[in-house]
């Protein structure tokens, strides 16, 4: 699977904390701007809800996606998206999250303004991995998400937690495709 990080990328968005044993681990900065803003659906996938600042990721757009009720982000000149960095995310919390933004993301190193200190930061974000995709419009809102679709959303994402524990583990994208269909919801489509 092609993960947009290098080991330039690895370094930047991440630190390292001694455990007290004379080894250390390392930890990632996360930022987040879509379904990952909630805290049920973090939980679902990481089992806590880690740390977090509120920043500004600029030069980004965040879009809705036809069929799909989760957003995706590119790279829009004088365009900004606001979201939150998840702090001290560990290697294996990072594979989870990997897994669960499957293929059609690209994980790789941004700049961020955190709000609460006017502070810069580098982070992992994960940006829609088809930059022509023509199933891109507009502007995805949270809010109207949390009100509309956060409760299934955050029920799906703890059967993906699940099933990626199983030898024969579902992509997010199956998992996601087969919980609506089960459920007989239908994604937002405008």
Known sequence: RKRGSSCRDSWSATSHNSNGNGGGNQVHNVFVYGS???DDVVRALLSRIPQSSPA???GH???SIKGRVYPAILPVENKK?????LQ???????????EFEDVEYERVTVDV?????????????YVWSDKSDPNLYGEWDFEEWKRTQMEDFAKMSADFRKDLELPESKTRIATY?????QDGDSP???
């Open 113 to 125: 303004s955190l709000m609460d200190s006017s502070n810069k930061s580098q982070a992992f974000a």
């Open 81 to 85: 998206v606001t979201g939150k960095v």
């Open 188 to 190: 937002l489509v405008p």
């Open 177 to 181: 495709e087969s919980f609506y269909r």
């Open 36 to 38: 990952l803003l909630a």
């Open 56 to 58: 500004i990721l600029n």
């Open 61 to 63: 757009h965040r879009f």
């Open 88 to 98: 001290g995310i560990t290697d294996m919390e990072l594979y989870i999250l990997d």
